[in-house]
């Protein structure tokens, strides 16, 4: 089975940066992924992360460490828009047509003023 | 560009009721995929399918069937719907280039079983 553990909630302040961890135990790993999604709204795609190392995009970045079973999600000049729920999820399976993804419960962010 | 939808957006049906939720797509993926979102456990896969024709149960399948004719359509039917069905239901599917990945998700289906 798989086991993904990130925070339940997490409050920063409008302009600063927040770092949101995610750790993983999983038999197979084939990929991260990061997702963000509002309060009433459907997941959109943030990050994919296979390799080690640290992706950026923008504002969002994202590092994943395979032999920890860790991956962040960095967040720099928060908006009051951040304020959402991400969700991090692992794949496993490489075989053809082989796809289980796993997603954790989510950590919710909220960015104050 | 539509890209996913989703129908109906919201459905509310009786135990013991048979029931068919709607997933389109324009971008001709081959993977599509069908979530539950429900508090307390996040997302969880229902059923996939790799291409037309071709289905696998995820981690929660029991009570779905999905089918998969086309490429672009993928229904899910709870053949008698149970109150613990009650949940929000996402289709998404999955385009690739190189080694990047993303899924995209559809508006979502807000389905109350009384």
């Known amino acids: 089975g798989q086991n993904i553990d990130q925070p339940t909630e997490m409050t920063a302040t409008e302009g600063a940066i927040v770092q949101i961890n995610c750790t993983y135990q999983?038999?197979?790993?084939?990929?991260l992924f990061w997702y963000q999604q509002h309060a009433g709204e459907a997941p959109t795609f943030l990050s994919y992360n296979v390799l080690d190392g640290l992706e950026e995009k923008g504002r969002f970045s994202s590092f994943l460490s395979r032999s920890k079973g860790y991956s962040y999600l960095l967040l720099k000049e928060l908006q009051m828009k951040d304020s959402a729920s991400y969700l991090c999820?692992?794949?496993?399976?490489?075989?053809?047509?082989?796809?289980?993804?796993?997603f954790g419960k989510g950590t919710k962010l909220s960015v104050i003023p | 560009d539509a890209g996913i939808t989703q129908s109906p957006r919201y459905k509310i049906t009786e135990t013991g009721r048979q029931v068919t939720l709607m997933c389109h797509q324009t971008w001709s993926h081959s993977y599509m995929f069908w979530y539950r979102q429900d508090l307390g456990h996040g997302l969880r896969l229902i059923y996939y399918s790799a291409a037309a024709d071709i289905t696998d149960k995820g981690e929660v399948p029991d009570g779905y069937v999905v089918s998969r004719s086309k490429t672009e359509n993928f229904p899910l039917t709870l053949e008698s719907a149970t109150r613990s069905q009650t949940s929000v239901y996402f289709c998404a599917s999955r385009r690739t280039s190189g080694r990047q990945e993303t899924q995209y998700f559809g508006p979502g289906t807000r389905l109350l079983v009384l």
């Open positions: 999983t038999s197979g790993f084939n990929g």
């Open positions: 999820a692992v794949r496993r399976g490489s075989g053809a047509g082989s796809y289980q993804l796993t």
